[in-house]
């Protein structure tokens, strides 16, 4: 699995931004059940930001809730995430995550990562 995303750029605070993911799979039988979203910035651990599952039940990390709306096309595999309201803290590198586990919620994990995109709120 392969995963492409894309979207990332510089934006003053309170802009808004649209991330795209899209995976490219090999493996005829492979069936992605998850996407989801993480971001690290400088000095910091990675932290997850929001997932979706095929069924379209989605998670959220506390600190976008009520910014940011993940969407995902399952005809597509691919997933978007919609930014409002960026402020300087959501800074970082984002990365695109894929599994073919869809658990939903807190448990949820990822086993193929992008290489990810760049996300600058200026202040």
């Known amino acids: 699995v392969q995963l492409q995303a894309s979207g990332g750029g510089l934006v003053q605070a309170g802009g808004s931004l649209r991330l795209s993911c899209s995976a490219s799979i090999s493996a005829d039988n492979l069936k992605i059940n998850a996407m989801g979203w993480y971001r690290q910035a400088p000095g910091k651990q990675r932290e997850m930001v929001a997932h979706?599952?095929?069924?379209?039940?989605?998670y959220y990390a506390d600190f976008v809730k009520g910014r940011f709306t993940i969407s995902r096309d399952n005809a597509k595999n691919s997933a978007y995430l919609q930014m409002n309201s960026l402020n300087p803290e959501d800074s970082g590198v984002y990365y695109c995550?894929?599994?073919?586990w869809g658990v939903g919620g807190s448990l949820q994990r990822f086993n193929y990562w992008g290489q990810g995109t760049q996300v600058t709120v200026s202040s």
């Open positions: 979706v599952v095929t069924g379209g039940h989605t």
């Open positions: 995550a894929a599994s073919p």
